[in-house]
């Protein structure tokens, strides 16, 4: 599967953003899906994960409240809504696929997206 994601941009802080990401080669229905983020100088960080039925979504404490995974296998798509931004929250978000393995860390992903860029003013 090839993983395309989109909906990055500079927005003000307290506003509200959907990424997407774009499945190709494979029904996105194989896969449980996760969204992470890779600030400058800090490792990727794990934002949350969604099952390939798309009935159960987890989230780190830390992420809970204001972000938002769904998925619709019937368009090969999964989404990340953030709201009330912050500047903190500027990094690039990565969707990536899993077919098994450890849904938090990245190393439990088969395939990523390119990223996209996601930058918060203040």
């Known amino acids: 599967v090839q993983l395309q994601a989109s909906g990055g941009g500079l927005v003000q802080a307290g506003g509200s953003l959907r990424l997407s990401c774009a499945a190709s080669?494979?029904?996105?229905?194989?896969?449980?899906m996760g969204w992470f983020r890779q600030a400058p100088g800090k490792e990727r960080e794990f934002v949350g994960s969604i099952t390939w039925r798309g009935d159960r979504t987890y989230y780190p404490d830390s992420m809970k409240g204001r972000f938002t995974i769904s998925r619709n296998n019937a368009r090969n798509t999964a989404h990340l809504q953030i709201s009330s931004l912050k500047p903190e929250d500027t990094a690039v978000y990565y969707c990536?696929?899993?077919?098994?393995?450890?849904?938090?860390?990245?190393?439990?992903?088969?395939?990523w997206g390119q990223g996209t860029q996601v930058t918060v003013s203040s």
């Open positions: 080669g494979r029904p996105m229905s194989d896969y449980a």
């Open positions: 990536a696929a899993r077919y098994a393995g450890n849904y938090e860390s990245p190393a439990g992903y088969d395939t």
